[in-house]
């Protein structure tokens, strides 16, 4: 069955520091990758996405996401984060018919 | 441009009861999906629309069901309301084509009393 792992529950970071978020998927294929981010009482949006070529994928807010294939891994990462970084990031797979897999989410705190 | 929008926003509805959420998905999108998110988990897939037709169903009960109209918006219907059916009910449309990603709404909050 298909799956998506965050293995990180919480993670806390201070402000101007680096971070990065961990996602597993186990699927027979390479699927589409997607994060998305969530604040409080608010929806998703998406940060950024994967389905082919080059493995490492710009996104908005300064993040940026590497596929690894033999992994099964695709991390975000933020060199530097700001104070309004702080929300749930949900880490997604899709496989073509677009019916999405998430996992069950980072929780990111950022201190002073 | 107007993003993708959900009424109500919250709703609070007691255990047997019947309820209707809309959704509008972004002008050009022909695509429609619903999700359900229980507090502290990711969001779970309950349908996908394409065209007014039905394209995937997730692992929920018949009580779940769902339309798209010809203007591609879309409702999601629960009969017989449960307490666990307490959840943030998101909506996200997409152009339907290859790859383009989904967008979502805010959700509507949904409580069973």
């Known amino acids: 069955a298909q799956s998506v792992t965050q293995p990180d529950i919480h993670i806390t970071v201070s402000e101007g520091a680096s971070l990065e978020l961990r996602c597993n998927y186990s699927?027979?294929?390479?699927?589409?990758l997607f994060w998305y981010v969530q604040s409080p009482g608010q929806g998703l949006q998406l940060l950024l996405k994967y389905f082919s070529g080059d493995t490492l994928v710009q996104g908005i807010k300064g993040f940026e996401a590497e596929f690894k294939r033999s992994q099964s891994s695709f991390n975000l990462r933020k060199p530097s984060v700001h104070w309004s970084d702080a929300a749930e990031y949900f880490c997604a797979v899709g496989f073509g018919d677009y019916k999405l897999s998430f996992g069950a989410g980072t929780t990111v705190t950022v201190r002073a | 441009d107007a993003g993708v929008t959900q009424s109500p926003t919250h709703l609070i509805k007691t255990r047997g009861q019947h309820v209707t959420l809309r959704c509008s998905p972004i002008s050009g999108h022909k695509s429609v999906s619903w999700y359900q998110q229980v507090l502290g988990q990711g969001p779970q897939f309950i349908f996908q629309?394409?065209?007014?037709?039905?394209?995937g169903r997730g692992n929920f009960p018949d009580r779940f069901s769902a339309r798209q109209f010809p203007n591609y918006s879309s409702e999601l219907n629960v009969n017989a309301l449960l307490l666990g059916d307490s959840a943030l009910y998101l909506c996200?449309?997409?152009?339907?084509?290859?790859?383009?990603?989904?967008?979502f709404g805010d959700g509507t909050r949904l409580s069973i009393l």
């Open positions: 699927y027979g294929a390479t699927p589409y």
């Open positions: 996200a449309s997409s152009l339907g084509t290859d790859n383009q990603p989904q967008h």
């Open positions: 629309y394409y065209e007014k037709e039905e394209r």
